[in-house]
């Protein structure tokens, strides 16, 4: 018995999100198929954490148990031959069988863009979150500074979703304006339901100037209603785990 852990990309704009769906297309769907396909063996794909509809990857990270004896230089080749051009395996290791895919993630890495510009720009429609409204981005810079840290993201976090705890540490916070595009780069130890979505709704928001509330108050808060809206699905982008 193998366990092979598998780094995939893909865009989301086609799926109901990562996790197979009976009645609905999903990316681990997708690649248990493909998998099937080359082995004919049906593996339960674990993987770092679900994605939602709409949302992409970069690195996202699964393992699966085969009895296959491929070459593991081989794998993403086999896998990906047998895969929609939207979803791609883009590298295999052969790792212990104690590895689990989202017990030993030990931090993730997020993106986000937001296209800020007067007209929607057609090239980045299903990868960015359009908004055309003046902001003062470097307010913004300023306000997300914050989020560095050890918090409790209880106001940061959708409704529907059950933790044993809301706080969570932010390592690296990382915006920056590139010409028409705002790119929120994040990085912590683990993330609650849409948070990330809804920190950049929320520094949306404060760059706009409908909140005016320093992001420090709202994190202290612990109150949804006082951050912003949850910002689409479609600019987010699961960068890399860190195991």
Do not use: W
């Not at 937001?114 to 300023?142: A, E, G, T």
């Not at 690296?172 to 920190?199: A, S």
């Amino acid at each position: 018995m193998r366990n092979i852990m598998i780094t995939i990309e893909y865009k989301g704009t086609n799926y109901y999100g990562f996790q197979r769906q009976s009645d609905r297309l999903s990316v681990q769907g997708c690649l248990e198929d493909a998998i099937y396909k080359i082995t004919s063996e049906k593996v339960n794909l674990t993987y770092s954490g679900r994605t939602d509809a709409g949302v992409h990857a970069l690195g996202q990270v699964a393992n699966f148990y085969t009895n296959i004896r491929i070459p593991i230089e081989k794998i993403p080749g086999a896998i990906n031959s047998k895969l929609p051009d939207d979803i791609r395996v883009i590298d295999a290791k052969e790792v212990s069988l104690e590895f689990h895919a989202r017990y030993h993630a030990k931090r993730k890495r997020y993106k986000y863009i937001v296209l800020n510009s007067k007209y929607k720009r057609p090239i980045y429609n299903d990868i960015s979150y359009f908004v055309k409204y003046d902001l003062d981005i470097d307010k913004m810079i300023q306000e997300s500074r914050h989020l560095i840290g050890t918090h409790d993201f209880k106001g940061f976090m959708s409704t529907g979703s059950s933790v044993k705890t809301t706080i969570r540490t932010i390592y690296e916070v990382e915006l920056k304006k590139e010409g028409d595009l705002i790119i929120l780069e994040i990085e912590g130890n683990g993330f609650l339901y849409n948070m990330v979505r809804i920190i950049v709704g929320t520094l949306i928001d404060i760059g706009r100037g409908r909140i005016k509330s320093s992001l420090k108050d709202i994190i202290e808060s612990n109150d949804r209603k006082k951050a912003g809206n949850t910002a689409d699905s479609k600019g987010l982008f699961l960068q890399k785990v860190y195991y």
